[in-house]
């Protein structure tokens, strides 16, 4: 790929690049919708990535093109001025990524100037696969490598989160720019400092499978965070004081963490069935979460953490204990998905077709990755021919549009 994007930038503007950056798209591993909570979230890069190749203009024009949507044959490139920057009205435009990365380092105090640009994207669009963080944090790494800013990882990391959240106004959280810059499998702490830990874990094979279903995270967002405030004003009212020193009235507010269902049980019934099921949710999905991350840092876990994170019978718990980590991790990622179609109403039918083709077709387990209400699912299996196999038989039956079987990648890195 990286041959072929400097190719196509020399066809584009008849000279070669300065520099060429990449950053991988993610798996929505654990912990799915609960990043903008202020929750830990666990991610996994792939080895399908985004590239960007830049060189330096001596004028404040920016002239960026996109070699996907050029192969789509829809409108390509993008030209504005650095110092007159905005973003377009138009919907879903590429290059208001490129005109929010430049913002937000402008206004954080990084000089930028002109450049000529070349996108080019393994990552799908709208596919649960983190497209549009891949994109934010491989410009804004071109571009610090482009003039020499001297970012951290955890800079570039932070100021795409700005670009996407504060200036495109995309209500999302941290996982996706997080996961891009750092790489690996990555237990990301979604409150200030924002640490994140690179797990050492690299137990089995993912496998993805595109549904073929674009959803929008711009618009599942808003309506599930509306959601839970409804129940936390309930809550609110009729909660004692020391569980409302634990709570609040936005969603990212509450002392999660802190919060057990065993605690807020009593007062559930007067909250109405969604607003019931999004607090549920989240209580439920943190829970196993931490289960899984003792398990994904090697450290032992008993039979009694099992029945309570997953909500199995001692009987069931044994088995899994017994199975070892890959096949209890597979555990969570589908209890995670039921919890995620049942309490958080962001599956479809089609998503769960997917997730139960591919157990049938030996995966350890299965969920969706992303928002939801389309996108891909990702299963965990043994080894690249089981994963390969269940890829092709889930595929032979129509039940999606594309998939690969993946493997764990470095984060955000420049070629050259």
Known sequence: MLNTVINEFRKMYGEGPEVVCSAPGRLDFLNTHQDYKGLPVVSVAINLRTYVALKRLNESKVRIASGNLLDEGAEYIDEFSVVENKLESKYKWFGN????????????????????GWIRSEVPIAAGLGSSGTLLVSIITALNKLFNLQLSVKDIAELAYIAEHDIMKIPCGRLDQYASAFGGVALIETIPPYNVEVLKWSGGVFAVIDSGIKHSTAEIHPQR????????????????????K?????????Q???LKLEMLQPYLNSLDEKARNRIVYTIKAH???????KILKGLEVTEQEIISALEVDPIKARELYLAGSQALIGYVMTYQHKLLS????????ELDNIVNALIENGAYGAKLSGAGLGGCVIALFSNEEKAQKAVEGVLSRKLGRQGWVVKVDIGTTCHM
């Open 97 to 116: 990524y490129v005109r929010a990365a430049i913002i937000a380092l402008r206004q954080a105090g990084y000089k930028v100037g002109g450049f000529i």
């Open 225 to 244: 965070q509306r959601e839970i405030e409804e129940g936390l004003r309930k809550l609110m009212e009729v909660v004692p004081l020391n569980l409302r």
């Open 246 to 254: 634990l709570l609040g009235y936005r969603y990212w507010e509450p």
């Open 256 to 258: 999660w963490r802190e």
């Open 287 to 293: 829970r196993s979460t931490m289960l899984a991350v």
């Open 342 to 349: 049942d309490l958080y109403d962001v599956s479809l039918p």
